[in-house]
């Protein structure tokens, strides 16, 4: 089975800041890579998937890199609405999410 | 616009089926794969497995023994049975719309706002 590894399990950080979360795999997953939010009481959201393609709609300031066994999604200029957890997901073989990174408010 | 609802008991007793439905609206069922998605109290996303109209199905392994997923395309719902359930069972669960791509793989592009379901007696 493939594991996700994300780093950090939290952060505090403050609006306008620029935030950067890992995410790795215990082997290669090339780019099958997908990123979501969750905030409480709603649907979770879609931001990019296949490593770096950015779901439509969602906002430029998100952006997906990486491929094989390390992944990044930074968000540039931190906004209110931001403030989340954030989970990566491989679906090279049978979808498995990452441990999930809370991004709070410093 | 797509839409997904989850419905069914809020309260399943230890060692019976807990059972959920999911309406779709906006986008025929006959077109994507559909999910179960859930989440315990304090942990993280846990995939639990995807149907598509053509019969394709694929489980988690962790739970491929007391899952059974199927879909109704004429009221445009699918359903999830989790047999055997116990306290670990106890969750939100969100149905979801996933999408496949050649070169991107599979995404969860639609989810429901999800529904809590508690094990207890």
């Known amino acids: 089975d493939i594991q996700m590894t994300q780093s950090p399990s939290s952060l505090s950080a403050s609006v306008g800041d620029r935030v950067t979360i890992i995410c790795r795999a215990s082997q290669s997953i090339t780019t099958y890579l997908n990123w979501y939010q969750l905030k409480p009481g709603k649907a979770p959201k879609l931001l990019i998937y296949g490593a770096s393609i950015l779901e439509s709609g969602v906002p430029t300031r998100f952006s997906g890199s990486g491929s094989g066994t390390e992944f990044s999604l930074t968000i540039s200029n931190l906004q209110p609405e931001d403030f989340a957890t954030y989970y990566c997901q491989q679906t090279y073989s049978l979808p498995v999410f990452g441990g999930g990174t809370k991004v709070e408010i410093k | 616009q797509v839409q997904l609802q989850e419905s069914g008991p809020g309260l399943a007793k230890p060692s019976e089926t807990l059972s959920l439905t999911c309406t779709v609206s906006g986008v025929s069922i006959s077109d994507y794969y559909w999910s179960w998605i859930r989440q315990s109290a304090g942990k993280g996303l846990e995939w639990i497995g995807r149907?598509?109209?053509?019969?394709?199905?694929d489980y988690n392994p962790s739970l491929k023994s007391r899952v059974i997923m199927s879909l109704d395309t004429s009221k445009s719902q699918f359903s999830l049975s989790l047999g055997s359930v116990t306290a670990a069972d106890t969750a939100v669960y969100y149905c979801?719309?996933?999408?496949?791509?050649?070169?991107?793989?599979?995404?969860?592009?639609?989810w429901g706002q999800g529904t809590l379901v508690t094990v207890s007696s």
């Open positions: 979801a719309r996933e999408s496949l791509l050649l070169l991107e793989g599979y995404y969860i592009d639609t």
């Open positions: 149907k598509h109209s053509s019969g394709n199905t």
